[in-house]
């Protein structure tokens, strides 16, 4: 078990996750702004920067959404201080409009943009490779392939946006954030201490208020700035050609992938293989790959995400008066989708080498035989999770309506409604869209629909959603699961529940009364762990006319024990009476909480992992179910 | 060439980030070099996971190539197996806590658990050595709280003397990373280390 209070051990090594070393790295830069919205892999890096920065002139905040964070941190940067922000890939979509215009102007203070991808889609709904940002913006974009190199190139990237005077993206991946390695504990590089403290703000309008003719000036500005932005790449140490000089093969990677490259090389004699590993993935250092290039006759391209650097490379080698051959994922060498591992890298690296693929026999039939034996793990929620009552109240209301209604999910931890016992929600996609499907069906069948969102989710992006359905007189119900927190990303505030990044007290977004004011008539809060009370609101709501809304509000059951814990406050368990069980499977197949089980034919709970939430007592149809007074 | 492969597998909230984390240290504290790759966003919905830990003196990325993991630390019988297909050679050790967490659809009778016995048949014909035992039993006898099973496994681990690091590092380690839960994880890491002794 993890208490709270630690302390780093002596030695002049770390063992932290990629995230934390970016989150140092800004803060060895002397980074003064922070912002940005939480997604997995991404939202470590915050939750570092709020709990380690021990610097009185650092800001970090969680914004509410994606957008917000940029604006703030352009904001920031105006003021002449370094500003950062981080996002998963999807949330980076949201910043691409701000920035396509700040990209004119270009920034004072140094803005560095994070983004998380997520290779194989550990926890994402799409595989997105933000570097094709980076040269539709045509800024600076920056690939570590370790935490080290995530620490330090973090530090530098702040430098290179001031040299460039534009933002400067720095992506990450899933398993470069999510994997912890060695960090050393000095500073990262000391060229990086500059720090704006007190710069007088200077307006200059015809930069930064872009409109009218200023903004074909920018345009050109921008256009002109390029080749600044080359001439940094070019002197950027980070990027490395490893060669003798007299190999007729190369391996061009990048990140990660690097990493999959050496591990994969020990396998072979790769004396005739030179390796050119980039940092820069946007522009290319243009006399480091001529010099990489030059005598060679076949590469190949080993990167995270599409083939990126690939169709760059395959762009410049068409220049060239020798034919090269280039293999990579636009070639099949390696597989388009997916993320890339040392097995995936070897054998690619196997055919480029012209030499045989070490074997490892894989135990395949052990691997069916645990296939056929073994039952999956569904994800589902936790024991006292509030969604548990809502959905099963939702459920249940939506049975007694005439047609099947057509649920719209958003992204959270109800997203897993969709999963049994629930089985809800007809379409999801990304974050605030359920109020839109929901409303843009009602328009075109004459139905309910009806949408499923969270809290943070809600103020992120559905609330322009709800004016909109209001104002065009949409027939919804909205869900408002209001659960206090951002729970699926790993439990961090939000404006809905009164606290900030940093654990400061602020004002709690009042959720009813802007509802209300949104224009909705019916609008009714419940405690989802009251099912009588749950299911009349529902059964109601789903035959409102017009745009209703149903607030379920109740804390994470994560963060109620967490609270609980901090108080030294138990929760009596609840328990089954097998007298009174008539084993009739009602509480285990509608509600699957993972504290509840079987003992024998009759239903039972594990008094350790119930949280006295006490859904289960409600739905029992005989009352054999109660609280433990004895297990308090 | 000093190396290990380590898989931590089990579900989610059992803790196999923690002991990850002491594991790495340990192997920091030895002068090695120690990546290691987390599974999240499962981590507390009931989901498998794994946390592979890749130590030596060369280690560069954090995936374990297929049928190269040396030792299998096993939070959970049936993730111990799920994971040994892909990743189990000849040679590995293999630590599995013999105490299953049911997953939903055997809890509600749609499926059936396998036999725990059946389990370590199929891991003991393709690993090269099998320690079992109770750990969720022993952390709650050791500690009186199965929470502690993680630690009680990282006992069972460090009696097996793969990294040259003395006890007292995982106890230092141990002690620092998890602050005023310190005492009972200490009670649990002996628990674990008398077992694997024995």
Known sequence: MEGSLESNNAHDQDFILG?????????????????????????????????????????????????????????????????????????????????SVAILSGVRGGLVLITADDPNCHSSANEQDNRFYGQFLRVLTLEPSDAQEAKDLTCEAFALSEKSELPVILRTVTRLSHSRSNVGKTSARSGCTHLLQDIRYVK?????????????????????????????????SFNRLQQKGTEKK???????????????????????????????????????????????????????????????????????????KIYGKSTGQLPPVGELNIDIAAKAIAELLDQPLPHVALRQELIDKTNEILPLRTLGYCAGCPHTGTMYALKKAIKKLPYEPFIGGDIGCYTLMSFPPFELGDAK???????????????????????VVGDSTFIHAGIPMLINSVYNKSNLLLVLVDNQITAM??????????????????????????????????????????????????????????????????????????????????????RVDPDACIACGTCLKTLSCPAMGLDGEKASIEAYACVGCGVCAQVCPKGAISQDSDNS | MKSLNIIISGVGGQGNILLERIIGKCAIAAGWKATAADTFGAAQRGGSVV????????????????????????LEPGEALRTA????????????????????????????????????????????????????????????????????????FASQK????????????????????????????DAGLKQGSA
């Open chain 2, 51 to 74: 946390s592979q830990i890749r130590l030596g003196d060369k280690v560069k990325s954090s995936l374990i190539p297929q049928g190269k993991c040396d030792v299998i630390i096993g």
């Open chain 1, 250 to 324: 190369l391996i061009i990677t990048s990140g990660v992938a690097y990493n999959y490259v050496l591990d994969a090389l020990d396998n072979f004699d790769s004396s005739e293989c030179a390796i050119l590993k980039l940092a820069s993935v946007y522009p290319l250092p243009v006399s480091l790959i001529n010099e990489a290039l030059a005598g060679k006759e076949e590469i190949l391209l080993v990167e995270e995400g599409e083939p990126f650097v690939e169709l760059q490379i395959k762009a410049f080698a068409a220049n060239l008066s020798n034919r090269l």
């Open chain 1, 204 to 236: 200059d309008a015809e930069r930064f208020y872009v409109t009218g003719a200023r903004t074909m000036q920018r345009r050109k500005w921008h256009m002109a700035q390029q080749a600044v932005v080359e001439k940094l790449v070019s002197e950027l």
């Open chain 2, 162 to 189: 793969l990294l040259p690091v003395d006890l007292e590092t995982y106890k230092t380690i141990i002690t620092e990373t998890t602050g005023v839960f310190a005492k009972k994880n200490l009670m649990a890491f």
């Open chain 1, 429 to 451: 996609y990304n974050m605030g869209t359920s109020i839109g499907l929901a409303s843009g069906f009602s328009k075109m069948v004459d139905q309910k629909a009806i949408a």
């Open chain 1, 19 to 99: 995230n934390d070393a970016i989150a140092q790295g800004a803060i060895d830069a002397n980074v003064g702004f922070v912002a940005g919205y939480p997604g997995t892999p991404s939202s470590e890096i915050i939750k570092y920067i709020a709990s380690n920065a021990n610097n009185k002139n650092l800001y970090v905040e969680w914004s509410v959404n994606e957008m917000v964070a940029i604006a703030n941190a352009l904001g920031a940067s105006l003021a002449g201080k370094r500003a950062m922000v981080t996002m998963k890939h999807a949330g980076f979509n949201w910043i691409v409009d701000a920035l």
């Open chain 1, 489 to 574: 990303t790993g439990a961090q505030p939000n404006a809905g529940m009164g606290e900030t990044a940093t654990g400061e007290k602020t004002k709690a977004l009042d959720f009813f009364k802007l509802v209300k004011a949104c224009g909705v008539d019916y609008v009714r809060m419940v405690d989802p762990y009251d099912v009588e009370a749950t299911l009349k609101i529902m059964k109601e709501a789903v035959v409102q006319n017009g745009v209703a809304v149903v607030i379920t509000h109740r804390a994470c059951a994560l963060m109620a024990a967490r609270e609980n814990l901090r108080n030294e406050k138990t929760v009596p368990a609840y």
């Open chain 2, 85 to 156: 297909g892909r990743y189990v050679a000849g040679n590995t050790l293999v630590i599995v806590n013999t105490s299953p967490i049911l997953p939903a659809k055997v809890k509600t009778g749609e499926c059936a658990y396998p036999p725990v016995k059946d389990i370590l048949l199929l891991i003991e014909n393709a690993a090269g050595r099998v320690i079992h035992f109770d750990a969720t039993g022993l952390a709650k006898k050791a500690t009186g709280d199965i929470r502690y099973t993680n630690i009680v496994m990282a006992g069972a």
